[in-house]
C-alpha cells in the first residue's frame, strides 16, 4: 500500500531537550512538508522540500531543523528553542507544487512536553 | 495577502439534513481552492478541489462545493448527512502564484445529532 507513515504517534519531551519526529513516503513524491496544528487553528507550514537536499523554510520554521537527505524521507527536528512545542504535528506529500496539487497526508504525531 | 476565513467553528446538523460549509478567501491571481476532511487524531484526506472549468465540483462521500468567484468564496456543500460525517472540515487556497505552499483556513468542527 502506498502512503505516508509517522513515528511515533505519541512523543514526549523534557526541557531542553532535541526530538526527531520520523515522516516516510513511498509514492514517489517530490515535494514533501511539515505542518503544525494547534487547536482553533488551521495548519501552518514548518518547512517544506521540493526536492532531495534542499528545503525552505515555511511560516513557523523558528525553533525547528529538517534534512532530506532520501526522498522518501523527510525527518522533523524538534530543537529546545522551540519554546512551545506543544501540537499535532502532520506530515505530508505532493506530486509537484503544494499550490496546484493534492496533498496527502500522513497520520501525524502528537508532542507533549513534560 | 492570501488568507482564507471560515466563518463557522463549530456546526451541528442533524443526522438526514442537509449540509453547508463556508469558505471565503482572498487571493491575488486564478486560485486553486481545496476541501480536506481530518477525522480526529487522524491526518487530513482531500475531497474535492477545483482549479478551472465547471464551478460545481464533486468530490468523494457525496461531497460537493461551488466556486463563486464574485463572492470569493467555496462553500461545500452535501445534501444528507450520515452520522460518519462528524469531523473537522477546512477549505484551503492555492495556486501558481504560491505555487509551493496552500494557505489553510482555521476549520469548522462538524457535530452530528441523531
Known amino acids: 500500500d502506498g502512503g505516508i507513515t509517522q513515528s511515533p504517534k505519541y512523543l514526549f519531551r523534557k526541557e531542553g531537550q532535541n526530538v526527531t519526529l520520523s515522516c516516510e513516503q513511498n509514492?514517489?513524491?517530490?515535494?514533501m512538508y511539515w505542518y503544525r496544528q494547534d487547536p482553533g487553528q488551521g495548519l501552518r507550514l514548518i518547512y517544506y522540500?521540493?526536492?532531495?537536499?534542499?528545503?525552505q523554510k515555511g511560516d513557523i520554521a523558528e525553533g525547528y531543523s529538517v534534512s532530506r537527505e532520501k526522498k522518501e524521507s523527510f525527518p522533523l527536528t524538534v530543537t529546545s528553542a522551540q519554546k512551545n512545542p506543544t501540537a499535532f504535528y502532520l506530515c505530508a506529500s505532493s506530486p509537484g507544487l503544494a499550490g496546484v496539487e493534492t496533498q496527502y497526508f500522513g497520520p501525524g504525531t502528537r508532542l507533549l512536553v513534560l | 495577502a492570501q488568507s482564507v476565513t471560515q466563518p463557522d467553528i463549530h456546526i451541528t446538523v442533524s443526522e438526514g439534513a442537509s449540509l453547508e460549509l463556508r469558505c471565503n478567501y482572498s487571493?491575488?491571481?486564478?486560485?486553486?481552492l481545496f476541501w480536506y476532511v481530518q477525522s480526529p487524531g487522524q491526518g487530513l484526506q482531500l475531497l474535492l478541489k477545483y482549479f478551472s472549468g465547471d464551478t460545481l465540483v464533486q468530490g468523494i462521500k457525496g461531497f460537493e462545493a461551488e466556486f463563486k468567484r464574485s463572492q470569493s468564496s467555496f462553500n461545500l456543500r452535501k445534501p444528507s448527512v450520515h452520522w460518519s460525517d462528524a469531523a473537522e472540515y477546512f477549505c484551503?487556497?492555492?495556486?501558481?502564484?504560491?505555487?509551493?505552499?496552500?494557505?489553510f483556513g482555521s476549520g469548522t468542527r462538524l457535530s452530528i445529532r441523531p
Open positions: 484551503a487556497v492555492g495556486g501558481y502564484s504560491s505555487a509551493s505552499k496552500i494557505i
Open positions: 487571493y491575488g491571481a486564478t486560485p486553486y
Open positions: 522540500s521540493q526536492i532531495v537536499n534542499d528545503f
Open positions: 509514492l514517489n513524491h517530490d515535494a
